[in-house]
């Protein structure tokens, strides 16, 4: 075993270690001045040392900024000084750490082969007076996630062995068990009553009992992940029974639209709709929730790898050209003693969210150009991490397809290894304090770059039309993939031709991993030569694990042994129906009794810099919007390209003008008074994005992604019911199908004896297709003069708002919409960005007209003048602040040139609309109030500092 | 004389390819795009093109140190084809991780004999993957081909490896194409204008003959007018700033 260690010159700044010196600050340590930190690299080789030399100085050191060491441990002054500290960090036996696969390949290249192994680790030298708590603190809370690493003297470093695997079939005995044998086996396996039931039933007549494999197939195809049985459950809400909740709400509305446009829709991994009638747009959103909350990076860079491998499954294939993702944390300034045991700060899920995010999406290539990202306490135990992608592929390729029986069943992309066994039923479990350190088999580092070469020369396969049918490989593993793709015909599958990592998995163990990075192809037995070339022209594996059958069974096979053999008919048809009680009794809540503030420029500072509201750009800029050259409007717009932009645009086809619009709503406040509204708040809020930047809604298709508590609890499911009736309602009237949907159940978190869920929370996106990427419009004010409108009605709606929420309450008049006034008024607002009226627009969400007219001006870095009084009322608000915040639904702030009013006015007819003030040259905003006197006078710039202060990390 | 031919290479985490083929296409070129593995494979030649360009993306996921294996399979497996590839007068282009091959390869500031390196690309002073527009001026002093005729830029960065480092003496006036400025055009101008503390604000550096240029800033982000992040305000110009460097290339490789 070989040990290098290579660390930067000391004259150059460290700044991977200058980071964690202001992480450490944040901790509350001020003591240490500098850290540096030390790449460590194991071989598991004897090389001569100047082959060692030749590895370290033309592929690990780089002889400009780094020096190296093989020799020994750099014994450095500063470890050895007095008060100094190294801590070696290296990662847990299992994990494996991508850089170590192309270290090896990197190491051949230079002509040498005898390395059997590499491992890295980290060796972080801190300078400053720590006593040993602070170095734990420092430890635990930064540089240490015990689910994947560990703190390693230099002595104690072994490469672990991986033991081989011996064949034995393992029979799960459940016929004949008494009860208590019995609730365990049930239990074990993730079943309910029924379902245990019903397996030991068609055991019974098959006469033998399962084997391991077996169960494992059943948890894995029963488990709420996979087949969504809450959704598709028989709920009985107030007497009345709903049969099927996702095809009476959702699917129903798409039904009754039956828009020509749609593709394919609920049958696929992703919706499919046409774009131009040559090419189709693929989008899906899909959250993973419980992996990051165990291990931020790794769980929200697999949930990008996961997403984007959606599309891809889709019809033929699609190509991924978009991300947008939505994060949901407790708040970042939460003190450390009210997080939760076994709970991870907020701030460290946040920030290690958004890196697993940035990484695996930027190293994709695909432009993260959308997102969101909402606080809420209750969040702090199960953070909500939605990732979403947008893909193009050719119209033709867009529906589902058909094997025959004799296609071979293949598996390309990433080897398997025991990455997140059993990680399906771990996501509809609830975490428990124990979850973090029982739970680490879940937990997976990604390799975009292995997910990269797929999609590579996947799309090239694809376009020679080399295999019938795709999916992806994702939760569930292959037991999920050929599970469901052999559900028509059958399957036999050879497990032990599947390609591993490391020898030692079991039969079953292969059929449940989940490790990344893998797809499943039916290929026609003719063309898998050519397959198989050319994945290897890029060095991309394809394995031949089996073939479809025409017998509607699944056989499994270990080494010609028989491990399994279910109907098909059973596995997919078998389960009994969920059946669930819903009852809703809607909450009261304390109206608030606080005078208005006679400074409301006060209130609008502290709205502004709340988590919600303020600027996300720290996030954004580590995103890359640019890449694939595509971005029409930006995340970030304005004149010092810092403003909040509403919805986002692409030109999916360079050369041509159409483009697609980006958006999402979400809003977790409004589901505390009643989710009904808030269904409906978030669905006008993607469109109202989707107008404000000049789309319309000819072709607008949605997609649902509910993030809900513990729906066996009766309130939790009448919750639920209500949103999805929300869905249906707006659906039909906005003309608005969705298109594909997911649902993440279960999120709550036990403590100290006490429930915490999470917030219903329900996430819809919604892509746009437009005509004309030269008609897009962007919310910054830009003319002097300009006048300023506000668009739709104003009501008493404070219920949830950040403006009751600033004063710690939340009301209960929730923001309500009038679809059929709503979908005039955009219609007509459509119609104005079309015809190029509209200089700057809006939309006012969280913080209402002050916050959108705050934004607008420091985006523009033009100042304004509005009148409260002028703002159209639907009921009397006597209340200077509450008009200012109020957050009434489909509301636009819209610029005009005066010398377009008339046409303006005359193409929004029969909508309402009012001038509330105009464009000024001053750096300041100003508003005033129902009595005419200055409530807002304040400048620009201490607006825009309130708002980009509080992440700007 | 036929047509300029260009050839796009990619590799394991290349995804700058396809508007970067767009860009060339633009120009007036004929392009190519082709797996590094086929001309390690000698099922392509170099020979055939006149322009070989990188362009960006993390190839080999950036493992180890941004660009590093890509560059050393290009110079044990393909750099005597390389070496004759500039010693015929062709152009060589790295853009964002192109530029740290280039760089890490020792194919700039010039072609190194031996392996050494004189220049590297590195981490951000931020220690942040960014990603931001920037302005940008051309050094009239410099031989580069690539930005000839050209005075001032406004493109896209996004990395997290693009500090500029050389050792003392390694680079000549000629050898520096492109700085970082603020929007007055001041060379001096610090972060965020200078993204990742670049020492002599240096964006872009090219070879003696001019003909090898690798740079941060992303040009072929900026070949349409709505790629501009302010063209909702100042209206979108008819081509990007980008495309200029692009014309460059493809009307010198006119003339090979």
Not at chain 1, 653 to 667: F, K, Q, Y
Not at chain 1, 822 to 827: C, G, I, P, Q
Not at chain 2, 127 to 135: A, D, I, K, L, P
Request: proline share 4%.
């Amino acid at each position: 075993m070989q040990r290098i260690e290579v660390r930067l010159k000391s004259h150059l700044p460290d700044a991977r270690g200058l980071g964690l010196v202001k992480d450490i600050r944040d901790l509350g340590i001020t003591t240490v001045s500098m850290v540096r930190v030390i790449d460590i690299y194991w071989l598991d080789s004897e090389l001569a040392d100047d082959d060692l030399d030749l590895v370290c100085r033309r592929l690990l050191a780089d002889p400009v900024t780094q020096e190296y060491n093989h020799q020994s441990a750099f014994s450095s002054e500063v470890e050895l000084s007095a008060g100094n500290h190294s801590v070696e960090v290296a990662f847990n036996a299992g994990v494996s750490d991508p850089v170590e696969d192309t270290i090896m390949k990197a190491i051949r290249d230079l002509g040498i082969s005898s390395v059997r192994e590499v491992r890295t680790a980290k060796r972080y030298l801190l300078e400053g007076q720590l006593d040993e708590d602070q170095l734990e603190v420092i430890c635990s809370r930064l540089l240490v996630n015990p689910i994947i690493q560990h703190v390693v003297k230099t002595e104690q470093f072994s490469f672990p062995e991986n033991p081989q695997y011996r064949f034995a079939l393992n029979r799960v005995s459940i016929l004949g068990l008494d009860n208590d044998q019995a609730s365990s086996v049930r239990q074990q396996y993730g079943f309910d009553d029924d379902e245990f039931k019903a397996i030991i039933e068609y055991f019974r007549a098959q006469e033998r009992d399962p084997t391991d494999v077996e169960m494992e197939t059943l948890a894995q195809a029963w488990s709420e992940h996979c087949v969504h049985k809450t959704f598709k459950g028989k709920v009985t809400l107030d007497g009345a029974v709903i049969n099927n909740l996702l095809r009476s709400t959702i699917v129903r509305a798409t039904k009754e639209l039956d828009k020509p446009w749609c593709i394919s829709v609920f049958e696929d991994n992703a919706g499919v709709i046409d774009f131009d009638g040559n090419w189709a747009l693929c989008f899906k959103v899909e959250t993973h929730n419980h992996p990051s909350a165990v291990e931020p990076y790794g769980g929200a860079a697999t949930g990008v790898g996961g997403v984007v491998r959606d599309p891809l499954g889709t019809g033929l294939g699609a190509k991924p050209i978009l991300n947008t993702d939505v994060f949901c944390f407790g708040p970042p300034d939460m003190p450390y003693e009210k997080v939760p045991r076994g709970v991870l700060h907020p701030r460290r899920i946040f920030k290690g969210v958004r890196a697993g995010v940035a990484d695996y999406g930027n190293r994709l290539g695909i432009p993260t150009l959308n997102g969101a990202i909402l606080f809420d306490r209750r969040y702090v135990a199960n953070p909500l991490v939605f990732c979403g992608t947008l893909a193009l592929m050719p119209n033709e390729y867009g529906r589902i397809r058909r094997q025959n029986p004799g296609d071979l069943v293949v598996v390309i992309g990433g080897r398997t290894g025991r990455d997140g066994v059993h990680g399906v039923t771990f996501a509809s479990e609830q975490l428990t304090e124990q979850s973090s350190s029982v739970s680490y088999s879940s937990v997976q580092i990604g390799n975009p770059i292995v997910e990269k070469k797929v999609i590579d020369v996947l799309l090239q396969a694809r376009d020679r039309q080399l295999y019938r049918r795709i999916t992806d490989c994702g939760g569930g593993g292959l037991s999920s993939a050929v599970g469901e793709m052999a559900a028509e015909t059958g399957v036999r599958v050879y497990l032990d031709k599947v390609p591993l990592k490391y020898s030692g998995l079991s039969y079953s163990e292969i059929w449940v991993s989940e490790s990344q990075e893998r797809m499943l192809l039916a290929v026609p037995p003719e063309n898998i030569e050519e397959l198989v070339n050319i994945f290897g022209s890029e060095d991309v594996e394809a394995a031949v694990i089996g073939e479809f059958t025409g017998d509607r069974r699944l056989k499994l096979f270990y080494q010609d042994n028989p491990v399994a053999d279910l109907s098909m008919e059973f596995l997919h048809e078998g389960r009994p129906q969920l059946q669930r009680q819903a009852l809703w009794q809607p909450p009261q809540y304390d109206e608030p009794d606080f005078d208005t503030p006679a400074d409301l420029g006060e209130a609008l500072l502290d709205v502004l810099s709340s988590w919600n509201v303020c600027s996300k750009e720290w996030v954004i800029r580590q995103y890359d919007h640019e890449v694939q050259g595509a971005s029409v409007l930006k995340p970030l717009v304005g004149k010092d390209n810092d403003g909040p932009g509403d919805a986002a645009i692409i030109r999916p086809l360079l050369g041509s003008e159409m483009g697609v619009i980006v958006a999402n709503g979400i809003n977790h406040k409004y589901g505390d008074i009643d989710p009904y509204w808030m269904a409906v708040s978030v669905i006008d809020e993607a469109l109202r994005q989707i107008i404000a930047v000049g789309g319309n809604l000819d072709r607008v298709a949605l997609l649902d992604n509910f993030s809900w508590g513990n729906t066996d609890r009766p309130d939790m499911m009448a919750a639920l019911v209500r949103a999805l009736q929300a869905c249906y309602d707006m659906a039909v009237v906005y003309q608005t199908p969705f298109i594909s949907g997911k649902d993440s159940l279960y999120n709550e978190f036990e403590f100290e004896g006490e429930i915490i869920s999470i917030p219903h929370t329900l996430l819809v996106s919604a892509i746009g297709v437009m005509a004309d990427v030269n008609r897009a419009v962007s919310m910054d004010l830009k003319n002097d003069g300009d006048l300023i409108y506000i668009v739709g009605t104003t009501l008493n709606e404070l219920g949830g708002s950040e403006y009751f929420s600033a004063h710690g309450f939340t009301g209960n008049g929730v923001p309500r919409v009038d679809p059929q006034r709503a979908r005039r008024l955009m219609v007509n607002l459509s119609r104005a960005t079309a015809e190029g009226l509209v200089s700057a627009c809006h939309d006012c969400s969280e913080g209402g007209i002050g916050v959108a007219v705050a934004e607008m001006a420091f985006a523009g870095g033009l100042g304004a003048t509005i009148n409260l009084g002028a703002v159209p009322l639907g009921e009397p608000v006597d209340r200077d602040d509450f008009i200012l915040f109020s957050e009434s639904n489909s509301r636009f702030l819209v610029t005009v040139m005066p010398e377009r009013q008339g046409e303006f006015e005359e193409i929004m007819a029969g909508s309402v609309l009012a001038v509330i003030g105009r464009v000024d040259g001053s750096e300041v905003l100003t508003v005033y109030g129902l009595g005419g006197n200055r409530v807002v006078n304040t400048p620009l710039a201490e607006l825009k500092k309130a708002w980009q202060e509080p992440l700007r990390w | 004389m036929g047509k300029v031919r260009t050839l796009v290479i990619r590799a394991p985490g290349t995804n700058c390819d396809a508007e970067t083929v767009f860009a060339f296409q633009q120009a007036g070129s004929e392009v190519s795009l082709v797996h590094v593995n086929q001309l390690i494979r000698r099922r392509e030649r170099l020979d055939d093109y006149q322009i070989l360009v990188i362009p960006g993306g993390f190839t080999y996921g950036d493992d180890i140190a941004a660009g590093k294996v890509l560059a050393n399979e290009l110079r044990l497996k393909l750099g005597e084809d390389i070496l004759r590839f500039v010693e015929d007068g062709k152009l060589i282009l790295g853009i964002c991780n192109g530029f740290q091959v280039l760089a890490k390869a020792g194919f700039l500031p010039e072609f190194s004999e031996d392996g050494s390196l004189l220049l590297t690309v590195t981490t951000n002073d931020s220690g942040r993957f960014e990603c931001r527009w920037v302005h940008l001026s051309v050094n009239r002093e410099s031989t580069c081909v690539f930005t000839r005729g050209i005075d001032r830029l406004y493109l896209p960065v996004a990395h997290a490896e693009g500090k500029v480092v050389v050792l003392s003496g390694a680079l000549t006036e000629q050898n520096v194409a492109l700085f970082y400025t603020d929007e007055h055009g001041d060379i001096s101008a610090r972060y965020p204008h200078n993204p990742n503390g670049s020492v002599g604000n240096v964006a872009g550096i090219c070879d003696r003959s001019g003909r090898v240029f690798g740079l941060m800033p992303h040009p072929e982000r900026y070949i349409r007018g709505t790629q501009h992040p302010q063209w909702t305000r100042l209206g979108a110009r008819e081509y990007g700033d980008g495309l200029q460097i692009f014309r460059n290339t493809v009307d010198w490789a006119e003339h090979l």
